[in-house]
């Protein structure tokens, strides 16, 4: 009998669903039997026949079919429960690509993942993700799709239907501890990378410790999967979301908390024009995977996502995995092709591996016993976790001010209008506290929509906003003075385009990333230079990815200033992007100052600040080897600083 792929994950996850109100945010996508014809889409027709003489048989004849199945128990309502599971999925595919929603949810039991093409494995009767993806090829002539599969156990069912097929990149991490752990496979080692044609499209992540957290999971994303994710430029992404990769999950035993699954769900939101589709998998601490659902639906809303916790510093063990992963696919993608990758042999864990088998087992009655104080404990933890780390959202997203030159009625519809500050209230602020960074009148004007809007921000009465400025140089530097004076501890400042003056850095309360084209000064306190030219290579993602996220992760602010001065060498559509993969520090809380004859990046950066998806970036071009050292000596530089820098493990850490 199988005691935890069970009625309640359902249950309990929609009863906390309804509870933070999430339901009634939702449209509701009634759910269907999947059909023969769309099962054979990826299972064998011997398969379908075995699962449906199940639905007549008596408890004895149950338990012989069970037996030639690994880890599989039929029920007799087995196979209506599995058609309805692929239904639903399928009814979240159409309801995502013909327009109706923009991304969403499918809670379906029984899960799919392992399922094979003639066998159902791993609590799995049909392969409900690997449907989704031959239908929507099928239906709606898709040529590439993404499967992201953060179940804590391998996805192998995925694995072998796709193996060679280059129009769907999957992705899995998994708990592997070099092939201990269930299913215990050769092929779901860094290694497999697909076969024939398919090569280079499956990437496996395997996780050779328990205990991997926030952190490892972010980094994998980060030096893994986003920079693969946006090379390959998906039109749909599918997530076999398991939730044993959680905290307290009696399988997968790792420490990830639910937030983390916001990050994760905000990130592929960037993908595929957010064209999202999450179907749940495994997923056994009822708390832990109730909070996580919760959790993915609040950012597939596009409500602010809450702050990381932990500390942001993957563990040797991940990081070794990660650099194995990267030099397995050198290979076969244009972004590894300048990076410094080699295959780590001797790894950290081969020798925790041999105490392990020394242990004397426990009894099973010892075991369930710990594993019922865990369960309680982690429940308790998760209570007060979650208190903690969900904050009130602000009444309103994102504002800007009335008197944006006439521009503010072209920005998209939800922004909210300001009223700007009274001038002689901004003399008498700009005479007591930053008289030295006044020079001329004109720019004493623009800040008062400025601080009006940065004011509300910094009050949590909206979540972000937009201003207009004829010198973006300094009202960046009256807008940093400005939030640490009002207590910000941790404010994140990138800059784009030539910067007149620098703000001072030196109290250690601000992180300076200026991105330009010539360098015009040199390095100061808290400060970096990204010298980017668009012109040569797509730069942008190497920068972003493989430096900038991973900085501003290991910094935590506490706000976000991006600032777009004059002769810019970022694109609109990568600094768009620049914003929405930011949103998800601070609490989302975004300060956008943006050169006023800047008329369309105001009006996407808007967009991109009030939810909508990324813009397509068209045909994806490869970085320049320049660029690529010059990041990967930046990174040698500060990782020990920034640790969420690190993919490599040959690195003392």
Not at 78 to 99: F, K, P
Not at 123 to 141: D, M, P, R, S, T
Not at 378 to 402: G, Q, S
């Amino acid at each position: 009998v199988c005691d935890i792929e069970v009625p309640e994950r359902l249950s309990f996850s929609y009863e906390q669903l309804k509870r933070y109100h999430l339901v009634e945010r939702c449209v509701h996508v009634p759910a269907r039997e999947g059909s023969e014809e769309e099962i054979l889409l990826v299972h064998s027709s011997e398969h379908l026949e075995v699962a449906k003489s199940t639905q007549t048989m008596n408890e004895e004849e149950l338990k012989r079919v069970s037996g030639n199945y690994d880890a599989f128990f039929f029920h007799p309502n087995t196979y209506r429960c599995a058609r309805l599971a692929v239904g639903a999925t399928l009814q979240l595919v159409d309801a995502v690509m013909s327009g109706k929603v923009c991304n969403g949810m499918a809670l379906v039991r029984p899960p799919g993942h392992h399922s094979q093409r003639n066998a159902a494995n791993g609590f799995c009767l049909f392969n409900n993700v690997a449907i989704a993806a031959e239908y929507a090829k099928l239906k709606y002539g898709l040529q590439r799709i993404l499967i992201v599969d953060w179940d804590v156990h391998h996805g192998q069912g995925t694995q072998y239907i796709f193996e060679e097929d280059p129009s769907v990149l999957y992705f899995s991490w998994h708990r592997y501890e070099h092939q201990e752990f269930w299913p215990s496979l050769k092929e779901s080692d860094y290694d497999a990378v697909g076969l024939g044609k398919g090569k280079g499209f499956n990437i496996n992540l395997p996780w050779n410790k328990v205990g991997m957290g926030n952190s490892d999971y972010l980094a994998a994303f980060f030096h893994v999967l986003l920079p693969m994710a946006f090379e390959f430029d998906p039109e749909l992404v599918l997530v076999s979301s398991g939730y044993d990769s959680g905290i307290g999950d009696p399988e997968g035993q790792m420490s990830a908390t639910p937030e983390v699954f916001a990050h994760l769900t905000h990130f592929l939101m960037q993908l595929a024009n957010g064209k999202l589709c999450v179907i749940l998998e495994g997923g056994y601490h009822l708390k832990s995977l109730s909070e996580s659902v919760c959790m993915t639906v609040k950012t597939l809303l596009g409500d602010p996502v809450p702050e990381i916790t932990g500390e942001m510093a993957p563990c040797l063990s991940a990081v070794e995995s990660i650099q194995n992963v990267r030099a397995a696919h050198k290979p076969y993608w244009k972004w590894l092709m300048y990076e410094d990758t080699s295959f780590l042999q001797n790894l950290s864990t081969k020798s925790h591996l041999l105490k392990k088998a020394n242990t004397n087992p426990s009894t099973e009655q010892e075991s369930k016993m710990t594993n019922n104080d865990e369960t309680v404990k982690v429940e308790r933890f998760l209570e007060l976790h979650m208190k903690n780390i969900l904050f009130p959202m602000p009444p309103i997203k994102t504002a800007t001010t009335t008197d944006s030159k006439g521009s503010a009625h072209l920005l998209p519809v939800p922004v909210h209008l300001v009223k700007e500050m009274d001038k002689t209230e901004i003399k008498a602020l700009v005479s007591g506290f930053y008289a030295d960074l006044m020079k001329e009148d004109k720019t004493l004007l623009s800040l008062g929509s400025m601080l009006a809007i940065l004011d509300k921000i910094l009050k949590k009465e909206v979540c972000n906003g937009i201003a207009e400025s004829p010198t973006a140089a300094v009202s960046v530097a009256f807008a940093l003075r400005h939030s640490v004076r009002f207590g910000f501890q941790r404010v994140l400042c990138i800059f784009v385009g030539d910067m007149q003056i620098i703000p001072n850095t030196e109290d250690g309360k601000i992180l300076m990333i200026h991105i330009c084209e010539k360098e015009r000064f040199t390095f100061v306190l808290n400060s970096f230079l990204l010298l980017l030219k668009d012109a040569e290579g797509n730069d942008f993602f190497s920068a972003v990815l493989g430096f900038i996220l991973p900085v501003a992760y290991s910094y935590q602010p506490n706000l976000t200033v991006i600032a777009v001065g004059p002769n810019r060498s970022l694109g609109i559509s990568e600094i768009s992007l620049l914003f929405a993969l930011l949103q998800g520090l601070a609490e989302s809380r975004i300060f956008a100052v943006i050169e006023d004859t800047e008329i369309n990046l105001m009006q996407s950066v808007a967009k991109a600040l009030a939810g909508a998806s990324t813009p397509h970036f068209g045909v994806y071009v490869p970085p320049t080897q320049e660029k690529v050292n010059e990041i990967k000596i930046l990174r040698d530089q500060f990782q020990q600083e920034w640790k969420m820098l690190q993919c490599s493990g040959k690195l003392s850490i």
